[in-house]
């Protein structure tokens, strides 16, 4: 029974990082709809193709056994899709920021609830 737990030791890893690696590009597909939805105006149309391609790219091998695959594809959708995040973290930023003063947003802390206690 040893022996035969220590043979499919490597098989039950592999299955676990395939599965691991399958969640974390689910997520990271489903963020960049959620993205492309609110923000996808900040997008040049070729740029969209370009990060939809790798998706592709991902999907494709979330389909198959290869968690080195999958993750590589992750990091390849990662790495696309950087210059849209800069840009959707400037836009909320500055939505955020209208209205106020650099200075405001300085300075000591505000108190919550917690910190009264």
Do not use: C, N
């Amino acid at each position: 029974m040893l022996i035969e737990s220590i043979e499919h030791a490597e098989a039950d890893v592999t299955e676990r990082f395939v599965r691991e690696w399958r969640v974390e590009g689910e997520r990271l597909a489903g963020s960049l709809e959620s993205a492309f939805t609110t923000d996808g105006e900040l997008l040049a149309p070729e740029e969209r193709a370009a990060i939809e391609e790798r998706l592709a790219g991902l999907r494709q091998a979330m389909a198959g056994d290869d968690y080195l695959a999958i993750k590589a594809w992750i990091e390849t959708v990662d790495l696309a899709t950087r210059a849209f995040a800069e840009r959707r973290m400037d836009k909320h930023v500055r939505a955020v920021m209208a209205g106020h003063r650099v200075d405001e947003f300085a300075g000591e802390p505000r108190t919550t609830r917690l910190d009264e206690e």
